[in-house]
C-alpha cells in the first residue's frame, strides 16, 4: 500500500550496499519513472539512473547477455561463481551488477513479455555471477507480479497490503493484510517455509544526503 515502507526498505538496501561495498565491486542500477526517489544517488560513481521503461527494458536485455558471458568465462576458468573467480583472479575481478526496480508495474505495462523475460532469466541463473534484482511495487496483483517472476524471486519481503488476495500474491500466504504499515513486514527468506515478522529501520533524507555526500568526497 501507498505508505507501507517500499521505499524506506529500497533507501535502506540501497545505503547499506553503498557503505559496504568499494566502488570497483559493484555498481547499482537505480530504475525509477518518476526520477524522484533516487534523486539522492544522482553524483555518484557507483549508480545509474533510469527513468524511461524502454531503457530499463534495453539494460535488463544487456544484463542477459552480460550473464551469459560472464558464465562462459567461470566455466573456461573452472569456477562455480563469481566468489570463486574473484579469489582465482584477483587482478580482473568482476563486478557485482545490481538492479533496484522501485515500481514494477511500470515496465510491466510497457514492454511485460520483454521484460518478464529478461527478469525471469536473470532471477534464475545470476546471481552465481554476480548479477542481482532487487524489485518492488505497490501492486501486488498477478498481472504485474507474474507467476513466473513469483517463482524465480527467492527471498520476499511483504509490508502492509490492502488485501488477503495482495497477500496470497506477494508471500503465498496471508498475513501481509495485518500488518501496521510504516516498515511493519514480513520477511521470507530464500528457502523459508515461514515468514518472520520484522520492523525495518526508519532512515531520514537528511541521513540518505549525509551519507551521499560523505561517498562522493572520496570517489
Ligand atoms: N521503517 C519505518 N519506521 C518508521 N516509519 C516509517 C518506516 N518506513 C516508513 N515509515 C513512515 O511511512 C512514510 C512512508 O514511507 P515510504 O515513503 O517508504 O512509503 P512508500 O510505501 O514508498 O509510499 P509511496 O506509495 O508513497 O511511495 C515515511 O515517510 C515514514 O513516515
Ligand atoms: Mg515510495
Given amino acids: 500500500m501507498t505508505g507501507s515502507g517500499k521505499s524506506i526498505v529500497l533507501h ?13 565491486k559493484m555498481h547499482l542500477y537505480l530504475i525509477d519513472p518518476k526520477s524522484t526517489e533516487f534523486a539522492f544517488y544522482r553524483g555518484l560513481n557507483m549508480c545509474t539512473m533510469l527513468s524511461d521503461p524502454q531503457q530499463a527494458n534495453v539494460l535488463l536485455n544487456g544484463l542477459c547477455e552480460e550473464m551469459d558471458r560472464r558464465y562462459s ?7 562455480r561463481d563469481i566468489d570463486s573467480f574473484n579469489t582465482k583472479f584477483p587482478a580482473y575481478p568482476m563486478r557485482r551488477e545490481i538492479v533496484v526496480i522501485d515500481e514494477l508495474s511500470d515496465l510491466m505495462y510497457m ?18 555471477c554476480g548479477i542481482h534484482l532487487i524489485i518492488a511495487t505497490q501492486y501486488p496483483v498477478a498481472k504485474v507480479v507474474t507467476g513466473l517472476i513469483k517463482a524465480n524471486m527467492p527471498t520476499k519481503i511483504c509490508l502492509r497490503v490492502g488485501t488477503v488476495t495482495n497477500s496470497m500474491v506477494a508471500l503465498d500466504m496471508p498475513g501481509g ?15 523459508s517455509l515461514s515468514p518472520s515478522r520484522l520492523q ?20
Avoid: Y
Avoid at 535502506?12 to 570497483?24: C, F, G, V
Avoid at 493484510?177 to 528457502?191: A, I, S, V, Y
Fill in 200 to 219: 525495518g529501520g526508519f532512515v531520514t533524507e537528511d541521513e540518505i544526503n549525509n551519507i551521499v555526500w560523505a561517498l562522493m568526497k572520496n570517489q
Fill in 73 to 79: 568465462i567461470l566455466q573456461a576458468n573452472g569456477c
Fill in 12 to 24: 535502506n538496501l540501497i545505503i547499506s550496499l553503498l557503505m559496504k561495498q568499494a566502488p570497483d
Fill in 111 to 128: 514492454s511485460g513479455k520483454s521484460v518478464e523475460a529478461s527478469i525471469v532469466r536473470i532471477a534464475q541463473k545470476a546471481r552465481a
Fill in 177 to 191: 493484510e495485518k500488518l501496521m504499515g510504516h516498515g511493519d513486514m514480513l520477511f521470507l527468506p530464500n528457502g
